[in-house]
């Protein structure tokens, strides 16, 4: 591999010399072999926008040259656009401030800079200015994070829609309820799939709070927070900026030594995806268990086929995607548990700087990919497709022992259980052993054991 000679603070490096970065940037890649793969794209592609909109701000205030400072505009806007993704290659398991990241971002962005501009642009001088990896990395870790949170909602929100079409659609259908997983009163599937469109909407609305959570960026407090080396009206610019470019709400931290020393707001919003991971789980599981079968199981939802479940029982057909579902919730919790744990006082957080920023972002940009990912799979390759055995639903439920609850009030709680007790024992129904008793005319028990009525109060 032909190389070039470039020099940090520290020394000569040698770098490959088709490379955008530079000394330090190389430094980091041979000082971190740890997970062999980069930070993600889109905390670099944050970098990018933010070092966009740190330019503009010092070019604005006076500070940064306006020529120097279009380089670096255009330049970062490239890393933006993810057009020099394979010039970042610092490991994930860096140093727990992200400076490697930054400075990777700042030597690329000076190089392309340079290159247009025919002149030195310094990666620290100009690139970096007014800035400290302490609050750069953190503030594009909020960019990236908020931006996966919109991109999930999205997702969500597909979600939503599709489960409440079900529910209209199948609002006529009755099965059987069941609560500790025993029979329990008649239930109609669209109100089954309502109460899973309720879920999926509060899911949409948690991630509404999420990025409240990350709208307030650390950008302005430098090293520990005080803003040393950068001006008073920085940060509000930069942020603004930043609001420009996506539409979110970003705008200057209230209390700068807060927003670097702790990653409580990364706590809270993954809180919120753990959160709704364990919703979809909810929904998941019932339509597996539902359609399981498909002849000695449930049986009552058919879920799609789409493709052979076993390598060996020729024909078998099996759950895949909610299957899928219930891994991606596992993956999240760990990563909460991860996010957790990073954030802790003597962890992560020690004194002015957390230092467990890079597995932060890691985890919390993996929760939101996979879940959003997943989520889109589950609306196309199972809801979409999902349909209902409705004979099935209806001979469950005319088998069900539960339907006595609709002539308790009529002949007595006690002797409603003899009669359930009687058909269970017998092996038949409850309108059958009401009807040998004769315990009310025939038409009283129809109307009593109108299923749809029983799931419709008044």
């Not at 398991?93 to 002149?119: C, P, W």
């Not at 040393?228 to 709400?249: M, Q, W």
């Not at 990653?263 to 809270?268: A, E, G, L, S």
């Not at 996979?370 to 099935?392: H, I, M, P, W, Y």
Request: hydrophobic share 45%; charged share 20%.
């Amino acid at each position: 591999m032909q190389t070039r000679t470039e020099k940090d603070t520290m020394g000569e490096m040698q770098v490959p010399i088709d490379a955008l970065y530079g000394a330090s940037t190389a430094r980091a890649v041979e000082n971190f072999p740890i997970a062999h793969r980069p930070v993600p794209k889109e905390v670099i592609h944050a970098f990018g926008h933010l070092k966009a909109a740190c330019a503009i701000a010092n070019r604005d205030l006076g500070k940064l040259d306006a020529t120097v400072a279009q380089a670096i505009i255009d330049a970062a806007d490239e890393v933006a656009k993810g057009q020099h993704d394979a010039h970042f290659p610092v490991d994930v398991y860096q140093t727990g401030s992200g400076t490697s990241t930054n400075m990777n971002a700042n030597e690329v962005i000076a190089n392309l800079a340079s290159k247009r501009l025919g002149a030195k642009v310094h990666p620290n001088d100009h690139v970096n200015m007014g800035q400290s990896s302490n609050d750069t990395f953190p503030t594009a870790m909020h960019i990236a994070a908020a931006r996966g949170c919109e991109r999930l909602a999205s997702a969500i929100c597909r979600l939503t829609g599709s489960l409440r079409e079900k529910a209209s659609q199948w609002d006529g259908i009755v099965k059987v309820g069941r609560t500790h997983t025993m029979d329990a009163t008649p239930i109609r599937i669209g109100q089954v799939f309502s109460g899973y469109a309720q879920q999926a909407s509060d899911g949409h609305l948690a991630m509404d709070s999420a990025v409240t959570y990350l709208e307030r960026l650390p950008i302005g407090g430098t090293a520990v927070g005080t803003g040393i080396n950068t001006h008073p009206e920085f940060a509000k610019r930069v942020c603004a900026g930043l609001y420009a470019r996506f539409s979110i709400r970003f705008e200057e931290a209230p209390d700068h030594p807060a927003a670097q020393a702790a990653m409580d707001k990364f706590v809270v919003a993954h809180g919120f995806i753990k959160t709704a991971a364990v919703s979809f789980t909810k929904i998941a599981n019932d339509i597996r268990l539902l359609a399981s079968g498909p002849r000695c199981g449930i049986g009552e939802l058919i879920i799609p086929a789409i493709q052979p479940g076993s390598s060996i029982m020729p024909g078998k057909e099996n759950p895949v995607i909610c299957e899928s579902v219930m891994q991606v919730a596992c993956r999240v919790i760990g990563n909460d548990a991860t996010i957790t744990t990073a954030g802790l006082g003597g962890v992560g957080s020690i004194f002015e700087l957390n230092v467990a920023m890079p597995v932060i972002i890691d985890a919390f940009l993996e929760s939101v990919n996979l879940l959003t990912n997943v989520t889109n799979v589950f609306v196309d390759k199972l809801l979409s497709g999902l349909k209902v055995n409705e004979a099935r639903c209806a001979e469950l439920v005319e088998q069900s022992l539960m339907n006595i609850t609709g002539l308790a009030p009529v002949i007595g709680y006690e002797q409603a259980a003899k009669v359930a007790k009687q058909a269970m024992a017998e092996g038949k129904t409850i309108r059958q052993i009401a009807r040998e008793l004769k315990l009310v005319d025939d038409a009283t028990l129809d109307k009593l054991l109108d299923y749809d009525a029983m799931t419709r109060p008044g």
